[in-house]
């Protein structure tokens, strides 16, 4: 059960990013996906960095810190895209 909620959680995570991004027409639903637990682990390791805690279960801070490590990474995509 635990990695179906991940899964729902990252597709979550992942969309939002993507709107704030303005993405969303590009990505379909596995990349939501997938830049949401990445975002997820990015934006837990950037937290640390700075001396705060990361993602710490399913509640609104951890979904905070979800979307900023997804914005993060969009941004790196989209930055390397442009470059090529």
Known sequence: MGILLWVIFGAFVGWIASIIMKT???QGT???IVIGIVGALLG???MSLIGQTGITGF???SLLIAILGSVILLA??????RRT
Not at 76 to 81: D, G, H, S, T
């Open 24 to 26: 969303d027409p590009q």
């Open 30 to 32: 596995l990349m939501n």
């Open 44 to 46: 837990g390791w950037v």
């Open 76 to 81: 790196i995509i989209k930055a390397l895209q």
């Open 59 to 61: 509640n609104l801070y």
